[in-house]
């Protein structure tokens, strides 16, 4: 038994005039996945293929040829076709990867003695895109945010919704594994509900391997193309590999974090912004002067709002100090006691060079002008004073 590709015009009256009964789905909408298809013509009503029949296949759909619940021909390339009983079995994938290495491994073909069994059908699978799948999380999922120019580095809960959109890209194991030999139709609401949970699932590892990029998780609506990547290849197995069906896009409308964490986030990232004692420097400054505002329009009385600027100030003044001594001024400073070994180069801060042992030269000044001099100098570089 097989499928010839027959070059029919398509309309019913050429239809008619070369089939006596030929199999056709008029459309397909996106809430259902497969529906038997509907026998026209002179041969009547029923579900009964006979030889010579006609395979009427539309663009987005796939047709299979289906006996006691077994796949005998696949049609995935719209046109028309004649089924023969004595042509040799052949399968039209439409460009789908797998279909013709899942036909050869996974369905075993039979005859019954030469004769069409009376139970055959044809089935017709929607391998469009199906939209409308919209998603929502009720509970909040991690999200890492990485800052490699902080060194932050931490998970926080998101809530996001929005909408996305997948097909059937094998229709063999659609059939196989999810469908079964249904009798008249299978539609998207007998699915959704466990593809919406997996969906859900699939969004932690999504999002880890999009903050992996840096992107930060207020700017994921913009970076859908990389999620929809990640969540294809999360629910690769799940999914495609044993369901024939493969996650195609998704729209995120928002992403949002409770005001708590926000603020959590908000004080991790000044924290560490603060690692810098400048930064550190300013923000005491600034905050100071903001201290100092607040205290001239103390309704107590400035003097009193004074005297508690100053109680602060004196409780602070070694955390200050601290953030000073750190500076990267006072470190410039440190570093000009740094002192060039004579005897081998190296650079040395102590009394002693830590390379060859030489002791530091001793400073030299100026009878002049008093100013310090380069040891072994012969003219001072301050006021050309002969040494």
């Known amino acids: 038994m ?87 079995p052949s399968v039209f994938d439409g460009g789908f990867e797998g279909i013709k290495n899942t036909f050869k491994d996974l369905i075993g073909r039979f005859t019954y003695g030469g004769e069409v069994n009376k139970t055959q059908r044809v089935y017709y699978v929607n391998t469009k895109e199906i939209f409308g799948n919209l998603f929502g999380t009720a509970t909040p999922v ?29 229709p063999l194991v659609f059939y196989k594994n999810v469908v079964g ?34 992107v930060r998780y207020s700017e994921v609506p913009a970076h859908v193309d990389v999620l929809a990547k990640a969540m294809q290849d999360a629910l690769q197995e799940k999914w495609t590999n044993a369901r024939g069906i493969a996650f195609a896009s998704i729209a995120v409308n928002s992403v949002s974090m409770d005001e708590e964490n926000e603020k959590k986030l908000r004080d991790a990232q000044f924290s560490a912004i603060n690692r810098n004692p400048d930064m550190a420097n300013a923000t005491i400054i600034q905050a100071t002067a903001d201290a100092m505002r607040d205290a001239a329009n103390n ?13 602060m100030n ?16 006072q470190t410039a400073q440190n570093n000009a006691d740094t002192w060039t070994c004579p005897k081998c180069g190296a650079t040395c801060t102590g009394n002693f060079c830590t390379v060859c042992g030489e002791a530091k ?13 380069a040891p072994g100098s012969n003219f001072c570089p301050h006021c050309g004073a002969k040494l």
């Open 314 to 329: 004196n409780t602070g003044a070694s955390t200050l100090g601290a953030f000073r001594n750190a500076s990267p001024s």
């Open 142 to 170: 991690p999200f890492r945010i990485i800052d490699r120019n902080l060194g932050l580095d931490v998970d926080m809960p998101i809530r996001c919704n929005g909408e996305y959109s997948f097909r059937i890209v094998n």
């Open 2 to 88: 097989g499928l010839i590709k027959a070059l029919l015009g398509s309309t019913v009256g050429t239809l008619e005039e070369n089939w006596k009964d030929y199999f056709v789905c008029d459309s397909l909408s996106d809430n259902v996945l497969m529906v038997k298809g509907v026998k026209r013509g002179k041969g009547g009503s029923g579900e009964v293929i006979t030889n010579g029949s006609g395979i009427v296949v539309n663009e987005g759909q796939c047709a299979l040829i289906v006996d006691e619940g077994r796949v005998l021909e696949v049609a995935a390339e719209p046109g028309n076709y004649t089924f023969d009983t004595t042509a040799s």
């Open 299 to 311: 309704e107590n009385g400035a003097m009193n709002g004074i005297f508690g600027v100053n109680m």
């Open 181 to 214: 030999n249904k009798a008249d139709y299978y539609t998207k609401d007998e699915l959704s509900s466990i593809m919406k949970a997996e969906m859900l699932s699939s969004l932690q590892p999504a999002f880890a391997a999009i903050a992996q990029q840096g």
């Open 361 to 373: 030269p001793s400073k030299s000044y100026c009878p002049t002008c008093g100013k310090e001099v």
